[in-house]
């Protein structure tokens, strides 16, 4: 008897320890996944993200129920997004998870900003020195916009003389050579002209009329003189050659005042008027000028029309046929101003990071105009005397992108 009470125990614990078997989950396969892309998931272990460029997924955790920031409790100052029940009238950490005690109706913790994909992020002073982090201030600046364009210097044109004869005759003597720098009065050349002869006579006989007569032919005797101090730039005589009347002999330039002749396109023309400061700038060197014409009219073939720089040159450092850097700055007023280190551009976005003070840095999304110099003109975004971030910029950037990713995968988690 004793034996088949055992043998019956022995098969009702064999039936229902297979029943509690048979009921069994069989485990869960694990399920890897990509903390930058979420979405990206799979049961390979050797398997990769193809958004992050070969990123190796890792394991993940079993699903839990994030734990999302509260409200601050009703006459709070300051409290806990993650325990709300915890709150200070000063500033604090959490008994619970020694997070920063943010105040009401702000969520430090979760990087709230006004520019998506980034999240408001803090420094303290000692990281801040360790980084370089600076920053600037948003100020109101008299601004100008630069123009650049490749620049030719020639002649000014009102600096020009031709030296021509008004007899016609053979040069004796030429006295000049292209290049030489000449005064007005200096002898040119020397020609013999029966004309010219005639008219010496003449003033032997009739006196101070006929002297008249041979200072409209331009001799003096019969000596062909420079009109005008400068440069001759060029020689289109020899001696013994026939002249003819206002035949050129020799071109004379004063280089005191040279021009620099650019090229502006039509989206720019608008904008430069008559009398701008420009500078010209070749071999490390600038000189200072203004804008002495605009050509009302555009080339065809280049849409650009030609603009006429006037620069003074009294030590003669610019010369004829030199190629320069020409600057030429219009004026835009007194406006708020960024510095140009501040701002980060996206392909879809523009923002700075604001120092809100007690190492909070805040992405702000900002409009600019015309840039001025190292300056940038501001439409919107930040008033004047916010300060702005201007070095280390791009580490400050990287965190902001990782706080917002990490905050999009659920949250702070206990």
């Known amino acids: 008897m004793k034996t088949l009470i055992a043998v019956v125990t022995l098969l009702s614990a064999t039936f229902l320890t297979g029943c509690s078997k048979s009921h069994e989950h069989p485990p869960a396969a694990q399920t890897y996944w990509c903390p930058m892309h979420p979405e990206v998931t799979s049961t390979d272990s050797n398997a990769q993200c193809d958004k992050c460029g070969g990123m190796k997924l890792l394991p993940k955790e079993p699903d839990a129920k994030p734990v999302t920031a509260a409200p601050a409790p009703k006459g709070a100052k300051y409290f806990c997004p993650m325990h709300p029940q915890i709150t200070s009238n000063k500033r604090g950490t959490c008994p619970i998870c020694n997070m920063d005690l943010v105040p009401a109706g702000q969520d430090e913790h979760a990087g709230h900003s006004m520019v998506s994909g980034l999240a408001s992020v803090k420094v303290n002073p000692e990281v801040r020195q360790r980084i370089g982090l600076k920053t600037g201030t948003v100020a109101s600046r008299n601004l100008s916009r630069e123009i650049r364009a490749a620049a030719r210097v020639v002649p000014a044109e009102t600096g020009l003389q031709r030296v021509t004869a008004r007899v016609e005759g053979w040069t004796e ?103 701008m400061p420009a500078e010209l700038t070749i071999g490390g060197k600038s000189f200072t000028g203004q804008v002495a014409l605009v050509s009302p009219t555009l080339d065809p073939m280049t849409r650009t029309a030609k603009a006429r720089l006037e620069f003074p040159n009294p030590a003669l450092l610019l010369k004829p046929e030199m190629l320069a850097t020409a600057t030429i700055g219009v004026p835009l007023g007194k406006s708020l101003a960024i510095p140009i280190a501040a701002v980060m551009r996206t392909g879809e976005k523009t923002y700075a990071f604001r120092d809100e003070g007690e190492g ?55």
């Open 360 to 414: 909070k840095l805040m992405p702000v999304v900002v409009e600019l105009g015309a840039r001025s110099g190292e300056w940038f003109q501001l439409a919107a975004g930040l008033n004047e005397g916010d300060a702005v971030v201007v070095s280390a910029n791009f580490l400050v950037d990287s965190e902001s992108q990782l706080k917002a990713a990490l905050s999009g995968m659920g949250g702070h988690q206990h």
């Open 173 to 275: 003597k030429v006295f000049v050579t292209t290049g030489q720098a000449v005064k007005a009065g200096d002898p040119l050349l020397e020609v013999y002209s029966p004309e010219l002869l005639a008219a010496q006579r003449e003033v032997a006989v009739a006196g101070d009329t006929a002297k008249r007569r041979l200072e409209l032919l331009g001799f003096d005797g019969n000596t062909l003189r420079a009109p005008i101090s400068g440069y001759v730039i060029e020689r289109n005589i020899q001696p013994g050659q026939r002249i003819m009347p206002n035949e050129p002999l020799v071109v004379i330039a004063d280089l005191a005042t040279v021009w620099a002749e650019v090229e502006l396109f039509q989206s720019d023309l608008a904008a430069v008027a008559v009398g």
